[in-house]
């Protein structure tokens, strides 16, 4: 079974930065992808980067330039450096890991997320 735990949400004025991280523990394969996902009060749950396996990284239109995702995968752990950040960004940060098995449906995990507030 795989746990996900996130840490270094919190509050940030506008034009400020943030870093958050997610540590994965547990039996994890090395093909397996993860991302940050975001989920604003009253709004759904939305993919806000991504990076594979591989170590293809993907960032949605609302953060490119802004954000960067990269990972440490000798202690299994993502990052999210966040910085210019907008009262928009406002949110729950959930942490997403997904394991590739090949023909299988893929193992996906979500962490108990880590709340981001940006103030104006």
């Known amino acids: 079974q795989v746990h996900l735990a996130e840490s270094g949400g919190g509050v940030v004025q506008a034009g400020g930065s943030l870093r958050l991280s997610c540590a994965a523990s547990g039996t994890i394969s090395s093909r397996y992808n993860m991302a940050w996902y975001r989920q604003a009060p009253g709004k759904q749950r939305g993919l806000v980067a991504s990076?594979?396996?591989?170590?293809?990284?993907h960032y949605s239109d609302s953060v490119a330039g802004r954000f960067t995702i990269s990972r440490d995968t000798s202690i299994e752990t993502i990052y999210l450096q966040m910085a210019n950040l907008i009262p928009e960004d406002t949110g729950t940060y959930y942490c997403y890991l997904e394991v590739d098995q090949g023909e299988f449906a893929p193992q996906t995990t979500w962490g108990q997320g880590t709340q981001v507030t940006v103030s104006s």
């Open positions: 990076v594979a396996y591989s170590g293809t990284t």
